[in-house]
């Protein structure tokens, strides 16, 4: 069979084709707030100062949590989503690569040129410094 003529044919379902999904929701939805009750109707209540403190993996805390952070970790944390995403990119690229001929490499090759413009402004920048 044609996969395009499948494709379309697969894609005339009803409604109740998606049943079981939705069945699945409700029960998964209904389990976490059933354990969420029960947690909370059955658990122990004794609130001490000690169980109240935060917990950072067994070092003793100190100073304010409410500090301001610099804003260069953020920068950096937002930069390596971006490029991060961008690389994604290139996996239906790399899928595909026979199929899309000279003209998706050299629209790889723009992609990539752009990527590494912003690359190289983001560097004469400073943004990846972390001295001041």
């Known amino acids: ?51 109240l403190e935060n917990f950072a993996s067994g070092i003793e805390s100190h100073g304010n949590a409410r500090q301001p952070l610099a804003i260069k970790y953020f920068l950096v944390a937002i930069l390596f989503v971006l490029f991060d995403v961008e690389v994604i990119f290139f996996y239906p690229y790399a899928v595909n690569f026979k199929l899309l001929g000279w003209h998706g490499f050299i629209e790889v090759v723009l992609f990539v040129a752009f990527f590494l413009i912003g690359f190289i402004y983001i560097i004469k920048k400073g943004a990846l410094k972390w001295e001041d």
Not at 10 to 35: K, N
Not at 36 to 51: D, F, I, N, Q, S
Request: net charge positive; charged share 15%; hydrophobic share 50%.
């Open 1 to 51: 069979m044609n996969p395009i003529i499948y494709l379309l044919d697969a894609a005339t379902g009803t409604s109740a084709d998606y049943a079981p999904i939705g069945i699945q929701l409700i029960f998964a939805a209904g389990f976490v707030a059933t354990m969420m009750v029960a947690t909370h109707l059955l658990g122990p209540k004794r609130k001490t100062t000690e169980k």
